[in-house]
Each structure stands twice: as structure tokens, then as C-alpha cells.
């Protein structure tokens, strides 16, 4: 079965610095891989998608991820986060049809200092 | 922005109620999904269609209902609500099985 792994409940980044949020995945196929960031009271806007191709994606808002297949990871970053960043973020695996839909990870909780 | 619709946004409910959930889409996408996001559990899918009159079950169906008579809508019934159906819940679509999913603004359902 397909899973997603976010290590990372919490974290708190100082506006500004550097950001890498992690997800690991377990998939028996080559995986469809998605982030989205939810925003308090709002539904989920996708970030960015990897499919096939080039293993580094640029997303919205100044993200891109990487995809490194032999690490099972697809990390998000970012190299300066604004304080409008502050939100919870999914990583999802796919494809995202039939009777397995998105398996999303439990999600990183971003917190920016000032 | 996809155009996605949920109604009603919140609602409260007594337990043994029925309650329905609707997603309007203005996309024309194929495929509509139902998650429900709980603390500590991300998101599951409930139900899902793939096309008018063809639905099928997700990871957590138990309890819940779907119907989909037109491409455009595609509706959520708990039959009979528990109180372990308080839960936010999103509609979701997507243009084929291998493209990305957009999804709704949620509805926060309460039942008491």
C-alpha cells in the first residue's frame, strides 16, 4: 500500500531564513507527487506536482521540491520564507484515482518567527 | 481558481440525523472525490466518482453515502450522523487519473 511520511509535525522558521520541509513515500509504481499548503479555514492549493522529467519542480509562491528516487523523498523548499508562508502543508503520492485517491502525509504545521 | 463549490460551509447536526454534503463543479472534470480531514490523520478519501451514476468506495466509506446524477454535483449523505463523524470534509476533482486533484473550500460538520 502507498504511504507518506511528514517527520516534521512542527516547525518554526525566523522570516527570511531557509526552508525544507521533508516527506518520504512508499509506492510500488513510479509515484505521482504533489505538495499543497492549507491556510487556517481554507482548503488546499496545490503548490506544486512532480510527474515525470526534470527531478527538481518549480512551484507557486517561490517553492520547488526535488524528487530523489533513491531516498523515496520529494523535500519542498524554499530560500526565504515570508510571513504569509505560516500555514500547514500536505505531501500527497499518486496517481490520485480509483479507490486509493491521494495518500497524503499527516502534515508540517509552519510557524515564522518575526 | 478551480471552480469548486461546497454547501453548506458549517454545519451542526444531532447524532441519528441525516445529513447531506453537496460539491458543485463548473470544471467539467471527470473524476470527484470526498476526503474528510481529522487532526493527526491528514486527509482520507471516503467515496469517489468516475463519471455520472459511477461511484465507488475509498479508504473510510463506512457510514456515508454517495450520488452523482449529474457531472457537475456530487453529494455526500450520512445517513444516520455519529459523533465520530465530526470532521472537516472536502470535495475534490480532477480532470483524469493522472492529473492533480483541486479541491474545495471544505465544510466543517459538527455532530452533537
Known amino acids: 500500500a502507498q504511504s507518506v511520511t511528514q517527520p516534521d509535525i512542527h516547525i518554526t522558521v525566523s522570516e527570511g531564513a531557509s526552508l525544507e520541509l521533508r516527506c518520504n513515500y512508499s509506492y510500488g509504481a513510479t509515484p505521482y507527487l504533489f505538495w499543497y499548503v492549507q491556510s487556517p479555514g481554507q482548503g488546499l492549493q496545490l503548490l506544486l506536482k512532480?510527474?515525470?522529467?526534470?527531478?527538481l519542480v518549480q512551484g507557486i509562491k517561490g517553492f520547488e521540491a526535488e524528487f530523489k528516487r533513491s531516498q523515496s523523498s520529494f523535500n519542498l523548499r524554499k530560500p526565504s520564507v515570508h510571513w504569509s508562508d505560516a500555514a500547514e502543508y500536505f505531501c500527497?503520492?499518486?496517481?490520485?484515482?480509483?479507490?486509493?485517491?491521494?495518500?497524503f502525509g499527516k502534515g508540517t504545521h509552519l510557524i515564522i518567527q518575526p | 481558481d478551480a471552480g469548486i463549490t461546497q454547501s453548506p460551509r458549517h454545519k451542526v447536526t444531532e447524532t441519528g440525523t441525516p445529513v447531506t454534503l453537496r460539491c458543485h463543479q463548473t470544471?467539467?472534470?471527470?473524476?470527484m472525490y470526498w476526503y474528510r480531514q481529522d487532526p493527526g490523520h491528514g486527509l482520507r478519501l471516503i467515496h469517489y466518482s468516475y463519471g455520472v451514476k459511477d461511484t465507488d468506495k475509498g479508504e473510510v466509506s463506512d457510514g456515508y453515502s454517495v450520488s452523482r446524477s449529474k457531472t457537475e454535483d456530487f453529494l455526500l449523505t450520512l445517513e444516520s450522523a455519529t459523533s465520530s463523524q465530526t470532521s472537516v470534509y472536502f470535495c475534490a476533482i480532477s480532470e483524469d487519473l493522472d492529473t492533480e486533484a483541486f479541491f474545495g473550500q471544505g465544510t466543517r460538520l459538527t455532530v452533537v
Open positions: 512532480y510527474f515525470s522529467g526534470d527531478t
Open positions: 500527497a503520492v499518486g496517481p490520485g484515482g480509483g479507490a486509493d485517491g491521494l495518500t
Open positions: 470544471e467539467n472534470h471527470r473524476y
